[in-house]
Structure formats: C-alpha cells, structure tokens
C-alpha cells in the first residue's frame, strides 16, 4: 500500500519506511565526510587570510567572502539534514543589506551572529561527519561481508598457523564454524543497521541543525510566544471591555425601565393607601392599575435576564435559542441554523449575542424589509452571518453600536467583519474558533 504526496509516493508499509529512511540516512551520513573535507580548508585559508590582512583593509572582503561561501555551505547542510529529520529546517534571518551604503553592506555580514555560526559549523563539522562515516561504513562493511561469507570464503587463504575468530571462541577450525560464526555476525550487525545508521545520521544532523538553525529557532519561537501574548491580552482587554459595555448597557436598561416602573409602582401604591378611606372605588382602581405596572416590570426584567443568559440557550443550544430570536424580531428573519450538536457555551454565547445584537439594530436602524441569518460550522470553527436589505452606514468604529460586539467577539479569539455600504444594506460577519 502507498501513499501519494505532492512530492512523490511514499511506502507506508514499515519495511518499506525503514529501507528508505535507512537509503537516506547512509547517503547523509557518507557524502557528510567528503564535504567536510571540503568545506575545513577552505573556511580555515578564508578566515586565516582574511584576518591577517585586515590590517591593509584586503581583508574585509576576504572574510565577507569567506562568510558567504560558509553560508552557501550551510545552505546545502540545511536541505540535508531536513530529509533525516523528517521534517524542512527553516533558514534563519540574516541581517539585511538593503538601503546600506556599500561601505555598509561589505561589513553588515561581519556583523551578523548567524553567519559566523555557518562558519563554525564549517570549521568544526569534521568532528561529528567523521564519526558518522565511520559508524555507517563500519556497520554496513560487517553486514554485507559477514552475510556474503559462503560466497567467498573458498577464495580466502587459511593457512593452519592462522587463528582465526572462530578457533578463538572455541568453535574450531571448521569451514563450517567459520562460515557459521561470520554469517551470525553478520546478522547481528544487519539487525541493528537500521537503528545505529540512524542514531550516527541523527548525530551529524542534530549538531549541524543546532549551529545552523537553532538560533533562528529560538527567535522564532520567542516572537511566537510574544505575538501569543499580544494576542491574550488584546483578548483579555476586549473581554474587559466587553463586559464593561455590558453592564453599562443592563444599568441603562434598568434605569429606564424597571426601575421607573417601580418608582411609579410606589407613587401608586401610596395614593391607593390614601384613597382607602375617603374613596374605596378609586383606590380599588389604582391597585389595579399597579398590578399592571408589576406585570409589564416583570415582563421587562425578563427580557432583560435573556440579554444576560437566555435560559433557552442554556437549556437547548443555539438552534432553538436563534429560532427564538427569530421569532421575536419585528423584521421577517429568514434563518439557516443547522447545528445538529451542542457547541462550547463560550462560542454559543458568543453567537447568541452577535446574532440577538445585530437583530436589533436592523428592526432599530436598517429600515430593511427582510433579514438573512446564517450559522455554519466549518473545520475551524463557527461562521455567523446576518445580512439585511436596509440603508446600511453600519460601522465597527467607536461610537456606534456594534464596537461593543467586535469587543465580545475578540474577547473568544474570534473575527467580526461588516460591509455596510451606504443605501445597500448590511452584511455582518462573525468567525468564531471552536
């Protein structure tokens, strides 16, 4: 069985893995040696001369010289040893030449820490590919000629004044001991070819990928983890933000609302007290008018605690708690919500709120006649979309009514997009991570 790939067909059958890895670990591992002959006395004599006559200014372009072949080596090291590490070995950043004078770029790759490292790698790298050459040629000369031994054991010399290894165990002076003990050898050192060419490859490459590129690494992960960080703490900011916004909001609601209702409901109840005994009739009337008063406050609170954590979402998930709000709107909502199972309740809220926002400020604002709703989960998360045939002239800027929602939105690590062009309506777009 294979597998096809953009960049060929791969066995995925483990012998089939194993001969291959085992090909491209014994190529590393036996052209790393010719190289490093290569690469040591050229980047000896460049550094050597370059640093002698510096003295008489020759020797700046001679060691900038010398750094650049010391890259153009690394380079080539760094498309070897991705192969034995499974996986592509990033190029680091050298330091840029552009807008520098020339003087500026003949000394910018002097100072540049990445490309002395290159060199280092060039000067010292005999140390670890002589090591792996030996290892893989000492390993694969055992296998191949302890299991090739009955095919040329007849034509070896053995004359009786030689001890050979077999006599030596005390297997005897046998062909047949002899041929027995190198075939046995040979598959003991065939046996471990895999996992010993390897560890010498790994060897070589992990000391070329950490002079090579481990420092571009390190960088890179570091502005990983900064720009992670960045990113939580505009979340956190505009989670802060968003509740702010929030509470605000439920103050004002309650301020205008309930809250006159009740002043109003204790006016009347105050008068009815008073009307008791002088006017029975009319007193019987205010009480009735301030039962009133207490259903349409009750009535208020509760739209106001869905605006806080609507029990229907809570209770039934997004599809029902959208079909509600649908259901409420003063505009005819055309809703496609086929969400079969139930979301994390930080992304279902967060839904909730943006479609429930955007529904009021079209029945508010738009004018529409109609208004589209759409939620679809992707591979990567929640896409909410509420478009309207309004005057449009939405916006995301401070100010308007759908800054807070951007900032609910962002608090889940979530993208909010609007396209209201003037007279065209009103497309809102929500992207949520699940």
Excluded at 70 to 80: D, I, S, T, W
Aim: charged share 20%; proline share 5%.
């Amino acid at each position: 069985m294979t597998t096809t790939f953009a960049g060929g067909t791969v066995s995925t059958r483990p012998i089939g893995r194993y001969l291959r890895q085992l090909g491209i670990d014994t190529q590393y591992s036996l052209l790393g040696l010719p190289l490093a002959v290569l690469t040591l006395p050229l980047c000896i004599a460049g550094f050597a001369v370059g640093v002698s006559t510096t003295i008489i200014w020759i020797g700046l372009p001679i060691l900038v010289g010398t750094l650049f072949m010391a890259r153009g080596f690394a380079l080539l090291e760094r498309y070897r040893i991705g192969a034995v590490l499974r996986r592509p070995i990033p190029h680091p950043a050298y330091r840029s030449t552009a807008g520098k004078s020339f003087m500026g770029k003949l000394v910018s790759p002097l100072a540049d820490g990445q490309a002395w490292l290159d060199l280092l790698h060039g000067l010292i790298r005999l140390v670890p590919s002589l090591f792996a050459f030996v290892v893989t040629v000492v390993w694969w000369a055992v296998a191949l000629a302890g299991l090739a031994t009955p095919f040329y054991d007849w034509a070896l010399p053995h004359p009786p004044e030689n001890v050979e290894l077999a006599e030596l165990l005390g297997f005897g002076d046998t062909t047949f001991a002899r041929i027995t003990l190198n075939v046995l050898v040979g598959l003991i050192f065939a046996a471990t070819l895999c996992p010993v060419v390897r560890g010498a490859a790994l060897v070589e490459a992990l000391f070329a990928r950490a002079l090579l590129s481990g420092v571009g690494e390190l960088r890179q992960q570091v502005a990983d983890a900064n720009a992670a960080r960045t990113v939580a703490q505009e979340q956190r900011t505009a989670a802060v933000s968003a509740e702010a916004v929030a509470l605000r909001k439920l103050e004002r609601d309650i301020h205008d609302g309930p809250q006159q209702r009740l002043v109003r409901l204790a006016m009347d109840l105050g008068r009815a007290e008073q009307q008791f005994g002088t006017d029975p009739d009319a007193a019987r009337a205010t009480v009735a008018e301030a039962i009133a008063q207490t259903r349409e406050t009750l009535d208020e609170l509760r739209a106001l605690s869905r605006g806080i954590a609507p029990p229907i979402l809570v209770d039934r998930g997004l599809q029902a708690a959208l079909t509600a709000l649908a259901g409420r709107c003063t505009v005819p909502v055309d809703l496609d919500a086929p969400l079969g199972e139930r979301l994390d309740p930080a992304v279902e809220s967060a839904a909730y709120f943006v479609v429930a926002e955007a529904l009021t400020n079209v029945a508010k604002h738009s004018r529409a006649s109609e208004v589209q709703v759409s939620v679809q989960r992707i591979e990567t998360g929640l896409v909410v979309t509420v478009a309207d045939d309004g005057v449009g002239g939405a916006s995301l800027a401070k100010g308007h009514g759908l800054a807070g929602l951007d900032d609910r939105v962002r608090a889940t690590g979530g993208v909010l997009a609007v396209d209201s062009p003037e007279g065209d309506g009103t497309r809102l777009t929500a992207a949520l991570p699940l």
